[in-house]
C-alpha cells in the first residue's frame, strides 16, 4: 500500500457518510445524549460549509468532531490514545494530500468550536 493511499483511507473518516454511519450507529443503542450532540454538531458542520465552502478542510472538522465526541462517549484511556493516533494521522493526511495548512488550521478550530458548542 502506498502512502498516498493510506492517506486517501485516512480521510475517509472525515468524510460525510462516516459521519452518517457513527451517527447510525448511535440510533441503535440507547444514547441520546450523544445523538443530541452529534445531530448539533452536524447541523453546525452543513451550515458551516455552505457558509465558508473552500476555506476550511471539512474532513477535518468532522473527523474532528468525531474523535472528540467518541473520547468523551467511551472515556478509555487505551481507546483515547488510539483516537488520538488516527486524528493525528487524519491531520498529517490531509496535509499531505492537499498541501493547505490554513485549511486545516481552520478545520481544527470549526471542530473544537462545534464540538464546544455541540456538547454544552
Known amino acids: 500500500m502506498q502512502y498516498k493511499e493510506l492517506a486517501r ?3 475517509a473518516f472525515g468524510s460525510p457518510v462516516f459521519y ?3 451517527f447510525a ?3 441503535i443503542g ?3 445524549v450523544f445523538i ?3 445531530t448539533i454538531a452536524g447541523v453546525l458542520i452543513f451550515l458551516g460549509a455552505a457558509a465558508f465552502r473552500d ?3 471539512w474532513y477535518v472538522t468532522r473527523s ?3 474523535s472528540m465526541f467518541t473520547i468523551i462517549f467511551y472515556n478509555n484511556q487505551t481507546f483515547n490514545i488510539f483516537v488520538a493516533l488516527a486524528f ?3 491531520l498529517c493526511s490531509s496535509y499531505f494530500v492537499r498541501k493547505d495548512i490554513n485549511k486545516i488550521i481552520w478545520g481544527i478550530t470549526a471542530a473544537l468550536l462545534i464540538g464546544w458548542i455541540s456538547v454544552s
Open 55 to 57: 476555506r476550511v478542510d
Open 30 to 32: 440507547p444514547y441520546p
Open 25 to 27: 450507529r448511535a440510533l
Open 64 to 66: 474532528g468532531v468525531i
Open 36 to 38: 443530541k450532540q452529534l
Open 9 to 11: 483511507d485516512l480521510l
Open 20 to 22: 452518517a454511519l457513527v
Open 88 to 90: 493525528t494521522g487524519i
